[in-house]
């Protein structure tokens, strides 16, 4: 492994009235500072400015309408990007922040552009904190598909990633959802996608996440294709961060 891209969802990220979860973002901050030491390339992908945004205004309730989510993102995210550059800044690294939208994967011009652009973050040893732009999408946050885990698909493709590691509230993907059913099992290795899976996955998420489990599936079968492993795992214990890149058996492992 050479090139790991970490996703970080909003329920990693967020306390249980929305708000950002600064401790958990320090460990997760070691983390990747971490295995860059070890000489990995580390990618970030970041959701939480809306959780940012929330703690700064002092709300603590989901927002209804999607230019009030928009304005949340906006005004967090430049706090989200100051959190993070003082927590990297503390192990001597470098940060630079890349607002993407889908746009630039689907125009070949724009996405060798958006690759060059990443290598040359890579080379500096600059750790990119990528977020889809969901100020300026007219229907990113309304939509559930097309969150950040398709992102981090769409990234790990770019810049032809070893592995995609997805942290979420809950510890892998389970064959049915684990909050309705009390005999769910964890699913260790997917090699195969299929209708079974994502029957499992079904389509709701939790309090302030996004995308739920099928977004995290869609994002699998769009790396495996293209020969990078995906593990879901929890990000309640950032270390398992490491302990993933080491090769040990945790979270649900797509090959
Ligand atoms: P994130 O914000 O980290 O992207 P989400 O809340 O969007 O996380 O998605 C994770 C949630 O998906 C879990 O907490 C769980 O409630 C739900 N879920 C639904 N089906 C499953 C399943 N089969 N296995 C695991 N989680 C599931």
């Given at each position: 492994?050479?090139?790991?891209?970490v996703?970080?969802?909003?329920s990693?990220?967020?306390?249980?009235?929305?708000?950002?979860d600064i401790?958990?973002?320090?460990r997760?901050?070691?983390?990747?500072?971490?295995l860059q030491?070890?000489?990995?390339?580390?990618?970030?992908?970041?959701?939480?400015a809306?959780g940012?945004?929330?703690?700064?205004?002092?709300?603590?309730?989901?927002?209804k309408?999607?230019?009030?989510k928009q304005?949340?993102s906006a005004?967090?995210q430049?706090?989200?990007?100051q959190?993070?550059?003082?927590?990297?800044k503390?192990?001597?690294?470098?940060?630079?922040?890349?607002?993407?939208?889908?746009e630039?994967?689907s125009n070949?011009?724009?996405?060798?552009?958006?690759?060059?652009v990443?290598?040359?973050?890579l080379k500096?040893k600059?750790i990119p904190?990528?977020?889809?732009?969901?100020?300026?999408?007219?229907?990113?946050?309304?939509i559930?598909?097309?969150?950040?885990?398709?992102?981090?698909?769409?990234?790990?493709?770019?810049?032809d990633?070893?592995?995609?590691?997805?942290?979420?509230d809950i510890d892998?993907?389970?064959?049915?959802n684990?909050?309705?059913?009390?005999?769910?099992?964890?699913?260790?290795?997917?090699g195969?996608?299929?209708?079974?899976?994502?029957?499992?996955?079904?389509?709701?998420?939790?309090?302030?996440?996004?995308?739920?489990?099928?977004?995290?599936?869609i994002?699998?079968?769009m790396?495996?294709?293209?020969g990078?492993?995906?593990v879901?795992?929890?990000g309640?214990?950032?270390?398992?961060?490491?302990?993933?890149?080491?090769?040990?058996?945790i979270g649900?492992?797509?090959?």
């Amino acid at each position: 492994i050479q090139r790991i891209v970490v996703k970080v969802g909003t329920s990693t990220l967020t306390t249980e009235n929305g708000h950002l979860d600064i401790e958990k973002i320090k460990r997760i901050v070691l983390e990747l500072s971490n295995l860059q030491d070890k000489g990995y390339d580390v990618i970030l992908v970041t959701s939480g400015a809306v959780g940012a945004g929330m703690g700064l205004l002092n709300i603590s309730e989901k927002p209804k309408t999607l230019a009030e989510k928009q304005m949340l993102s906006a005004v967090g995210q430049v706090s989200l990007m100051q959190i993070y550059q003082t927590l990297f800044k503390e192990h001597n690294k470098i940060i630079g922040q890349l607002l993407l939208t889908k746009e630039e994967f689907s125009n070949r011009k724009r996405y060798l552009n958006m690759r060059n652009v990443c290598n040359a973050f890579l080379k500096r040893k600059i750790i990119p904190i990528i977020n889809e732009n969901d100020a300026i999408v007219s229907n990113a946050l309304k939509i559930k598909v097309g969150d950040n885990d398709t992102m981090s698909a769409l990234v790990s493709g770019l810049i032809d990633a070893d592995l995609l590691i997805i942290l979420s509230d809950i510890d892998g993907l389970y064959n049915k959802n684990p909050r309705k059913y009390d005999d769910a099992n964890l699913i260790n290795m997917v090699g195969d996608i299929n209708e079974d899976i994502k029957q499992m996955a079904g389509a709701e998420g939790s309090k302030f996440g996004t995308g739920g489990m099928i977004t995290k599936i869609i994002a699998a079968e769009m790396v495996t294709k293209i020969g990078t492993s995906l593990v879901i795992a929890s990000g309640d214990d950032p270390h398992n961060i490491t302990r993933i890149v080491e090769k040990e058996n945790i979270g649900t492992l797509f090959v």
